[in-house]
């Protein structure tokens, strides 16, 4: 028999992602007209480990579906780690009596709910909240089309100065083990190489590729990286591009924070809200430790475990596509 919740309570942990707001308002509503009691946990796993637990009502999350960041506070939490840390937030769950457990975040905080559903019988169920889109199983992550977009217009301005100046501009973008965010971008931009930690970067087909362009006098060449490529981010690929090519003009930008901030995009709200809703209508209905992906349109229900053991892979056909459009 699948156990049956009343009071139930939500966290963001990890790397803040925006539409978690979104997100926190979703679970608190439907949970709210479902019944239940709903609970917000300060600061991901830490908060919940120190009790820095909220009641939550409809109120209580009026007015944030459009701003970024959360307001429910995010953190990484060394003790959650440990089976110590774990049974000290079990404890504190029992005590509270809240009897299932909505997390939003990233595969690391995913990690910790496999962990933490193993040891105890607390129903979790997960929400991907990712800016990165590297969880398997689902199409979308909350807050990954708004750092994409915010990556697109600033790569944009930056090539209107570099059309001008006839320069190769090294753009570096978030992900430290995904490629997503510098893949998108570079083809919405028009990069003409992007690299990204999931393929091995030869930086000599790079320099080939901009000599070659050099001869039919296309002088400007956007490069997008993915700060975790295996070459060692943009000042690297500036460095051995210069040695290479002394001649050449380079400059390199690092997007940094920018891409993490900022009201979310329609999407990302609507997919932060279509999987809160669905989050604690699984947990009502007695499905849980899965988390809510989208594939196809269609809601998903996957297990914890698979989405930690798995890895969301980027196609080969991307790969050609930036090939044959960047010529
Ligand atoms: P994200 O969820 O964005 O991937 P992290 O990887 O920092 O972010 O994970 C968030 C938190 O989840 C960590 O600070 C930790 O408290 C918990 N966590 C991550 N991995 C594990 C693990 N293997 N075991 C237990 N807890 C974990």
Redesign the pocket.
Known sequence: MAKKVTKIGVLT???D?PGMNAAVRAVVRTGLYHGLEVYGIMR???GLIEDDIVQMDSRSVANIIQRGGTILK?????????PE??EKAYQILKKRGIDGLVII????????????SQEFDIPCIGIA??I?KDIYGTDFTIGFDTAVNTAVEAIDKIRDTMDAHDRIFIIEVMGRDAGYIALHSGIATGAENILIPERKTDINDVIRSLQEKERRKKLVNLIVVAEGDDFGGADEVERTISEKLPQAEIRVCILGHIQRGGSPSCLDRLIASRMGFHAVESLVEGRYNVFVGILNNKMHYIPLEAA?KNKAKISDEWMRIVKILAS
């Open positions: 942990s990890g790397g992602a991901g796993y830490q995010t953190a990484r939490c060394k003790e959650f780690y440990e840390g774990r975040g990233g595969d690391g905080s995913f990690r910790g709910a496999v962990k933490f909240g990712t990165d930690v």
